[in-house]
Every structure is written in structure tokens, then in C-alpha cells.
């Protein structure tokens, strides 16, 4: 954390699930930099308390939770530890995520295909279903999806990944336009190309370099400065979010280089 811990946020409890490293590491500590009690969920506990470590050190407010979000008693148990050290939280980011197995549809194994949709869909709405009767109850809340570019075209030989962004991009609207009257609104969220843990194990996995070629060449040509921007320009975005400036945008499908008014300089898409 660079920078010293604002009030911004001093009221939001977020729970942040892929929250140990890459864009959930980022996003978490961002919304602890801004003022919010961030709950850290991953499966992996080690790099989940390294998060909260960092937020912690830096004088922000956190805790790590162990959360494998395909189970849904996981989930239940992580966000029960989440409400006893902070009260209910009322900022949810599902950020948890997989690649998935890239090669021909009906070639590919079945079940890791299927488990990528488990992570990305059944994950979220799990998170989903367990967060949203008490921020119902309270009339007030806000759900941030982790989308993707990949979920709105085409994508071949990547269609597990794909097909779960594009459910989670539907849900995301359907979740909205119900829930609104309540207070609680969705946003589906394309970070960018940002060199994340998952981006350099994609670089490295043989699969990637036969299927998914076009992927591999947008990986290798971003560069570190370019990476380390959107990653800043992401959660600017996320803290904006938290902050309720753009909830005239949700129910919406956002891509951050393209529609996302920049969070730093109030400067609007065009």
C-alpha cells in the first residue's frame, strides 16, 4: 500500500473473494487505502494473510477468511466470520476466478470445463445469495462482478472461460433490474489486460500457445507500466463504485478502457 489510509470508505465492509493475490489483491487493498473493513476470501489461506498483512501494516482494516466459493457452506461460513468482525457487509466484489481448459468444445475435458463455470457463475451466486437478504433487509448495497471482454464475442478454443463471463455479465443484469427497488445494485466490470498471476500462468501453459495464440500476443506485448496503470485505473474505479458516484451505471456491462468514466480525473467515456 502506497498510500496513507483514507476515511473515504470509513463506513463500507467489502468482501473481496479472490482476494489473495492478483486483481482481488489489488482491489482489496484499495478499498482498505480508501477507509473500508475489507474481509480477504480465497481457498488459499497463505497468500489471503499475506493481503491482510500488507493492509494491516499500512494501518487499513482487514481480515482474511479461507472460502471456497463453489461450496455454498464455505461461502455461508466466510461471510458469518465476515459479520462477526465487521457487521454485514455491503460491498461484494466476486472476483474469484479460473481460466479454464482451452482447446475445441466437445474436445476439451468436460469437468474442468464444467468446474469453470462452477468458480465464475455458481461461485458469484453463491456470494450472491448469501449476501443479498441482509443487504435487502438494510435497503442498501452494491454487487461488483469481475466480467470480461471474452464474454461478450467469440472466443475460440476458450469457450469455458467465454461462456462463464458471459453468464456472470446475464446474471449480473438480471440481478440488477430486480433488486434496484431494493437499494442493491450489480455491476459487471472488464478490468482490461492486467498481467496478473492467472496472465503469466496463461503465458507459460503449452495449451494457451497452441488454442489461444491472438491471447498469448496481447499478454506478451503489455508492458509493465502499462499493466501497473490499469491496475490503478481499476481500483479507482472500484473505490468510486464503493463510494456510490456511479450507480446510474449499474445493471450495465462496464468496460474500463472503453465506457468507465476515469475515477482521478472525473473526465467522462465519450
Known amino acids: 500500500?502506497?498510500?496513507?489510509?483514507?476515511?473515504?470508505?470509513?463506513?463500507?465492509?467489502?468482501?473481496?473473494?479472490?482476494?489473495?493475490?492478483?486483481?482481488?489483491?489489488?482491489?482489496?487493498?484499495?478499498l482498505a487505502e480508501a477507509g473500508a473493513s475489507v474481509v480477504v476470501a480465497a481457498r488459499t489461506l497463505p497468500q489471503v494473510e499475506?493481503?491482510?498483512?500488507?493492509?494491516?501494516?499500512a494501518g487499513g482494516r482487514a481480515i482474511g477468511v479461507r472460502c471456497d466459493v463453489?461450496?455454498?457452506?464455505?461461502?455461508?461460513?466466510?461471510?458469518?466470520?465476515?459479520?462477526?468482525?465487521?457487521?454485514?457487509?455491503?460491498?461484494?466484489?466476486?472476483n474469484a476466478g479460473v481460466q479454464g481448459p482451452l482447446g475445441p468444445v466437445g474436445l476439451v475435458d468436460t469437468?474442468?470445463?464444467?468446474?469453470?463455470?462452477?468458480?465464475?457463475?455458481?461461485?458469484?451466486?453463491?456470494c450472491i445469495?448469501?449476501?443479498?437478504?441482509?443487504?435487502?433487509?438494510?435497503?442498501?448495497?452494491?454487487?461488483?462482478?469481475?466480467?470480461?471482454?471474452?464474454?461478450t464475442f467469440v472466443a475460440p478454443f476458450a469457450s469455458a472461460y467465454a461462456v462463464a463471463k458471459a453468464s456472470l455479465i446475464r446474471l449480473t443484469e438480471?440481478?440488477?433490474?430486480?433488486?434496484?427497488?431494493?437499494?442493491?445494485?450489480?455491476?459487471?466490470?472488464?478490468?482490461?489486460t492486467i498481467m496478473t498471476a492467472m496472465a503469466q500462468e496463461t503465458l507459460k501453459s503449452p495449451e494457451a500457445h497452441a488454442f489461444a495464440k491472438?491471447?498469448?500476443?496481447?499478454?506478451?506485448?503489455?508492458?509493465?507500466?502499462?499493466?501497473?496503470?490499469?491496475m490503478a485505473r481499476l481500483c479507482r474505479f472500484v473505490v468510486a463504485l464503493a463510494a456510490g458516484e456511479?450507480?446510474?451505471?449499474?445493471?450495465?456491462?462496464?468496460?474500463?478502457e472503453k465506457d468507465i468514466p476515469d475515477a482521478a480525473t472525473g473526465s467522462q467515456p465519450s
Open 1 to 30: 500500500m502506497g498510500s496513507p489510509v483514507s476515511a473515504r470508505l470509513i463506513e463500507t465492509v467489502a468482501f473481496v473473494t479472490g482476494g489473495g493475490r492478483g486483481l482481488g489483491a489489488g482491489i482489496a487493498t484499495a
Open 50 to 57: 499475506e493481503t491482510v498483512q500488507a493492509i494491516t501494516r
Open 70 to 94: 463453489t461450496v455454498r457452506d464455505s461461502v455461508a461460513a466466510a461471510y458469518a466470520e465476515a459479520k462477526a468482525a465487521f457487521g454485514m457487509p455491503d460491498l461484494l466484489v466476486n
Open 111 to 126: 469437468q474442468a470445463w464444467w468446474d469453470t463455470q462452477a468458480v465464475h457463475v455458481l461461485g458469484a451466486l453463491h
Open 129 to 151: 445469495s448469501t449476501a443479498l437478504p441482509d443487504m435487502i433487509e438494510r435497503g442498501h448495497g452494491r454487487i461488483l462482478n469481475i466480467a470480461s471482454q471474452a464474454g
Open 174 to 192: 438480471h440481478l440488477d433490474f430486480e433488486q434496484k427497488a431494493a437499494g442493491v445494485r450489480a455491476f459487471a466490470i472488464q478490468p482490461g
Open 214 to 230: 491472438p491471447l498469448v500476443a496481447l499478454l506478451e506485448s503489455t508492458t509493465a507500466e502499462e499493466s501497473a496503470q490499469g
Open 246 to 256: 456511479h450507480d446510474a451505471m449499474a445493471g450495465r456491462y462496464l468496460d474500463i
